[in-house]
């Protein structure tokens, strides 16, 4: 990742990454949730080109978590913030969360021979329920978005970075 390769991160840039950091795990979220919802009710093997969507996005998101993780360890113990400090010291319990949900989400979709409503169903729950691990951050980008056009250039420049980042997976 090319933003860790920064000797040190401002406030404005790590609060840059974490807004891409949630609407990329949203949009990965979100997408997995869609194309599950096409395999509803179908056997495994019947939808092929939903199921590599599906898979794209469910992988997808544990990428997402996996940079935002590797992020943290390089900047957070060395980055001091004026607001949301939760974002940093939280961060490991909640990646660990945010893992186990979609471990168990996978292991069950992977071990089902169908796509029944019930398991799109919990998955579904499971993949808003790991949304909601993350409000800190949310919290965050929400906040500094009320800024819009008037966000600070570091800002910005260090969100597209952690964008273009994911993008190279």
């Known amino acids: 990742m090319r933003i860790t390769r920064f000797p040190s991160l401002k406030e404005t840039q790590f609060f840059g990454c974490t807004a891409a950091?949630?609407?990329s795990l949203s949009g990965e979220l979100n997408a997995a949730s869609m194309a599950l919802r096409r395999l509803e009710g179908q056997s495994k093997g019947s939808a092929f080109a939903y199921e590599m969507t599906f898979d794209t996005h469910r992988y997808g998101a544990l990428i997402v978590i996996d940079r935002w993780s590797t992020l943290i360890s390089a900047f957070g113990p060395h980055l001091e913030l004026s607001r949301h400090r939760a974002i940093i010291s939280g961060a490991p319990e909640r990646i660990r969360t945010a893992e186990t949900i979609l471990g168990v989400a996978n292991r069950l979709i992977d071990a089902a021979d169908a796509y029944s409503r019930e398991i799109?169903?919990?998955?579904?729950m499971a993949f808003q329920s790991l949304n909601t691990t993350f409000a800190?951050?949310?919290?965050?980008a929400e906040q500094s978005a009320k800024l819009g056009?008037?966000?600070?250039?570091d800002y910005t420049s260090a969100r597209r970075i952690f964008l273009e980042d994911l993008a190279a997976r």
């Open 120 to 124: 799109v169903e919990a998955c579904a």
């Open 136 to 140: 800190e951050e949310r919290a965050e």
């Open 149 to 153: 056009p008037m966000l600070p250039e």
């Open 21 to 23: 950091f949630v609407d």
